[in-house]
Nanobody
Framework: QVQMVESGGGLVQSGGSLRLACAAS????????MGWYRQAPGKERELVAD???????NYADSVKGRFTISRDNDKNTVYLQMNSLKTEDTAVYLC??????????????????WGQGTQVTVSS
């Protein structure tokens, strides 16, 4: 079983910063793309940023220049540094990852897992 657990959400004033972390657990895992999504009440889930295993990044236009995604491949952990936060950044932030590993028969397994989400609230 693959679990992804987010941490670091909370309440912050407009202009402030937060750092989210998402740690994945499970034996023998290797991740390709890892990413952060967010979903605000009444809105569709949207991609915030993602990062490939070799460090290539991709950001939503709304967060470019303010958010930075990074990862630690040894720890199967992805981070999101959020600066200059705005009220419109308020949402539940969820991490996900595309993973692979070899099972007990040395056969490849692949999958995509999601975290439960962490609330980020930015007050004016």
């Amino acid at each position: 079983q693959v679990q992804m657990v987010e941490s670091g959400g909370g309440l912050v004033q407009s202009g402030g910063s937060l750092r989210l972390a998402c740690a994945a657990s499970g034996s023998g895992l290797r991740f390709n793309v890892m990413g952060w999504y967010r979903q605000a009440p009444g809105k569709e889930r949207e991609l915030v940023a993602d990062i490939s295993s070799d460090g290539r990044t991709n950001y939503a236009d709304s967060v470019k220049g303010r958010f930075t995604i990074s990862r630690d491949n040894d720890k199967n952990t992805v981070y999101l540094q959020m600066n200059s936060l705005k009220t419109e950044d308020t949402a539940v932030y969820l991490c996900n990852g595309d993973w692979w590993r070899l099972n007990s028969h040395s056969e490849p397994e692949v999958g995509r897992s999601w975290g439960q989400g962490t609330q980020v609230t930015v007050s004016s």
